[in-house]
């Protein structure tokens, strides 16, 4: 009954910014890590950002300084903001539960991000 949906995406030019929420339901918020992945077309998913419970952060190199990842535990949000977004950007952005006492993993069903002029 876990449930996380994602929304924020849509069309922006290269250089401008996007804000994809994440609002998680059925489960203990807090104990879970979250994150953010995507999927452009014939290519793997890839981590593009994720923070712990605690509020530690990392990125992936190629949008370090760009986006940032937040979180609101009474809320039960995650945010991720992009900046200075560029074409290969563009890919569906899911969001991702780990619960990091059992391991469990839960996903979004996604949100496509287009970057183009």
């Known amino acids: 009954q876990v449930q996380l949906v994602e929304s924020g995406g849509g069309l922006v030019q290269p250089g401008g910014s996007l804000r994809l929420s994440c609002a998680a339901s059925?489960?203990?918020?807090?104990?879970?890590?979250m994150g953010w992945y995507r999927q452009a077309p014939g290519k793997q998913r890839e981590l593009v950002a994720a923070?712990?419970?605690?509020?530690?952060?990392n990125y992936a190199d190629s949008v370090k300084g760009r986006f940032t990842i937040s979180r609101d535990n009474a809320k039960n949000t995650v945010w991720l903001q992009m900046n200075s977004l560029k074409p290969e950007d563009t890919a569906v952005y899911y969001c991702?539960?780990?619960?990091?006492?059992?391991?469990?993993?839960?996903w979004g069903q996604g949100t496509q991000v287009t970057v183009s002029s």
């Open positions: 059925g489960m203990i918020f807090s104990i879970y890590a």
């Open positions: 991702n539960a780990n619960n990091e006492r059992n391991g469990r993993g839960y």
């Open positions: 923070i712990s419970s605690g509020g530690s952060t």
